[in-house]
């Protein structure tokens, strides 16, 4: 029987971490995703986990320390916001192009500076080339289930890269909800044992990690690396079939929501799907063809699906909650447009940056970019480039 | 009437946000004096750290620079390598020192930057509830240690104002604490000396300050103040580990 329980993204994701018992944690406090480590460190002090837990000193040393034992042929795990992932930034490349399956929980906070603690997704979006996957939950129940599935995704033989399990910083991590907690025995089943195929003192195989790459062969690496990242995409919805077998919850690249005959549609990742998916119930009530697709998987990214979810769409405005300040538009925006360029016709694509820095995003401001978006298709006007949502002028 | 007391100019109305009994706040205070009584507000920076001071900047009249967790020594060596006239003082905590930023300290010292460095230990990460420091006691609870801090997976605490002594490019270190009045007054005596030496082009000058954390140690204010006595200076002994009379100028 499934376990009904109230806890916050944190304490969800904590507990699916004491499900699947990792050999090694490392890691180092920082709001909002400091409870994962303290709940960690609880329980192995309570004897309810045998992980070997580091207190290090800095980011830098937790994805150290992760790649390290990760290399040894531990499974590793880690958790960390905002400046911490930003400091761990050469490590992350070390983690992926190494191909470690380190799973990380990242709970979503905008980057310094100013210096804020508040949710938006400049952090992660910040590390979109680092080679990691980068999986994002709408609520406590997705952080849960995504980050059980990350573990699995991520040591796929075919893939073999590090996973970043991404949920909003407070909104999720903080806030309580009801969700369905999976046995014990189940989740170690389905995650099961870690089996690397190389590690460190195999006495059948001596083995370098990380050692310097030559002209001659660094590009053949980049393109296993980038192979690999595209053999993500089979594996994750596999993985996907799997639980949704074990659970009834199904899982893809991206959930269309009110999709079928959408004429007006929202991209957006993250929990202010919540108030997109309320505003789109609202339209659809007020007789407007809305729908919304919610990227969950940014990495590998959706391409297909978007394209294919988009084939009827007229008008769509793609949410990014950070800016690249390439003053052309947000990540997200300018993947979306080129995902579909030359590949769905007649589209009007807007691009709009919302919730920096904690800003509220409210079910009124997604209505208000539907209308700008069906006005947009109505004059057959041309967006501009990109544009700020709720800002003060 | 004679003034005998009166809130110190450099100070702002803003309430600060520490705990009450906190070490930050008689810190905080002790520096604003010195401030108004050495004329250092039109000719000096202080360089903030990440961790329960954060919002320090906003409690002086004085211009201010917040630096990254760990990083106010290499900030503050970019501003006293530009202005070396001006006074720069670096306020860090055991966190943000000796955890994220233990490198950014020891070579501030290598170098015998001219600033001076006011080092707050609580023995925790106060900011962000509590957990583990470097600096934290064997057996100590916080929330990352339930049972207690244990050598086997976390080792052992970390001698700030000792370690900094050894340096040579450090040419003061004294460790106080402001559990009573006549510590205070010790504290402020030592701070203004390491304020004064920043002109004589020795090094860096450096106090820790053995700093209650009620909060996060989970205990009264006053109990606290009990705790510095009984379980932090049998550690962190209190007292100068290097003279500046010892250091002749660079
Ligand atoms: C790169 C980075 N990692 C982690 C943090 C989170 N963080 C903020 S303050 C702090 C610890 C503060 O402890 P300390 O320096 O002892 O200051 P106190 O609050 O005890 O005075 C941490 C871990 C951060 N801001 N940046
Ligand atoms: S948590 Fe501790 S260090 Fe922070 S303000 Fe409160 S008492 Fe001071
Ligand atoms: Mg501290």
């Known amino acids: ?393 | 009437m004679k003034t005998i007391y009166k809130r110190p100019e450099v100070f702002t109305d803003v309430n600060t946000s520490y705990c009450g009994g906190c070490g930050h706040g008689i810190v905080n205070k002790l520096i604003a004096e010195l401030i108004d009584e050495m004329e250092l507000r039109e000719k000096g920076i202080l360089v903030w750290p990440i961790g329960c001071s954060v919002y320090a900047d906003k409690y002086y009249k004085m211009d201010a620079i917040c630096a990254l967790h760990g990083r106010a020594p290499a900030l503050a060596t970019g501003i006293k390598r530009s202005l070396p006239d001006k006074f720069v003082m670096v306020y860090q905590g055991d966190g943000d020192m000796v955890s994220e930023g233990m490198a950014e300290i020891m070579h501030a010292a290598v170098r015998a930057e001219n600033f001076s460095v006011i080092f707050i230990n609580n023995a925790i990460y106060g900011m962000t509830g509590g957990q583990m420091a470097p600096t934290t006691l064997l057996g100590q609870v916080t929330s990352t240690s339930p049972y207690g801090r244990a050598v086997a997976s976390s080792g052992y605490p970390v001698n700030m104002a000792e370690i900094m002594a050894n340096m040579p490019g450090v040419c003061y270190s004294e460790r106080v604490t402001v559990n009573t009045p006549q510590r205070i007054t010790a504290t402020k005596k030592a701070l203004k000396k390491a304020f004064e030496l920043q002109f004589e082009n020795k090094g860096l000058s450096f106090v820790e300050v053995l700093s209650p954390c009620p909060t996060g140690w989970g205990k009264k204010p006053i109990d606290a103040m009990k705790m510095v006595d009984e379980q932090l200076i049998p550690i962190y002994p209190l007292g100068a580990f290097k003279s500046p009379e010892e250091v002749p100028a660079k």
């Open chain 1, 1 to 393: 029987m499934a376990i009904n329980e109230r806890l916050s993204g944190n304490e969800a994701v904590s507990f699916a971490i004491k499900q699947i018992n990792p050999d090694v944690v490392a890691a180092y406090p920082i709001t909002p995703s400091t409870e994962i480590p303290q709940f960690i460190s609880q329980y192995i002090a309570n004897g309810e986990m045998t992980t070997v837990y580091v207190p290090v000193e800095s980011e830098h040393s937790s994805m150290s320390a992760c790649i390290g034992s990760e290399a040894a042929g531990a499974r590793s795990m880690t958790a960390t916001s905002s400046c911490g992932l930003a400091y761990m930034f050469e490590m992350l490349y070390i983690a992926a192009s190494n191909r470690l399956p380190i799973t990380m929980a990242v709970v979503n906070r905008a980057l310094s500076g100013p210096i804020n603690i508040n949710n938006d997704h400049s952090d992660s979006m910040g590390a979109r080339d680092a080679g990691w996957l980068q999986i994002y939950a709408e609520n406590a129940q997705e952080a849960y289930d995504n980050f059980i599935q990350c573990v699995r995704i991520g040591e796929h033989k075919d893939v073999k890269l590090p996973v970043m399990a991404c949920q909003d910083g407070f909104i999720t991590s903080h806030a309580v909800e009801r969700l369905e907690l999976i046995e014990t025995d189940k989740v170690k089943a389905f995650v099961g044992e870690y089996k690397p195929e190389k590690y460190l003192l195999n006495p059948d195989e001596i083995l370098a990690v990380g050692p310097y790459d030559t002209p001659q062969y660094y590009m053949e690496h980049k393109k296993a690396q980038t192979e690999a990242m595209k053999n993500a995409r089979k594996a994750i919805k596999e993985i996907a079939k799997e639980f949704e077998a074990m659970t009834g919850r199904k899982y893809d690249m991206l959930e269309e929501y009110r999709m079928d005959d959408a004429e007006y549609a929202v991209i957006i990742i993250g929990s202010s799907a919540g108030a997109g998916k309320e505003a789109v119930d609202e339209l659809r009530n007020a007789g407007v063809k809305a729908g919304l697709i919610k990227v969950r998987v940014f990495r590998p990214f959706p391409d297909e699906e978007l394209v294919a979810a988009l084939k009827k769409v007229k008008g769509v405005a793609i949410m990014d909650k950070t800016d690249s300040f390439s003053a052309a538009g947000g990540p997200l925006g300018a993947e979306v447009k080129a995902a579909i360029y030359g590949k769905v016709d007649g589209i009007t694509a807007a691009n709009y940056i919302y919730g920096l820095g904690g800003r509220d995003v409210r079910v009124e401001h997604i209505k208000q970019v539907f209308e700008e978006i069906a006005e947009l298709v109505k004059t057959g006007k041309a967006p501009e480039t990109y544009k700020y949502l709720a800002i003060r002028e």
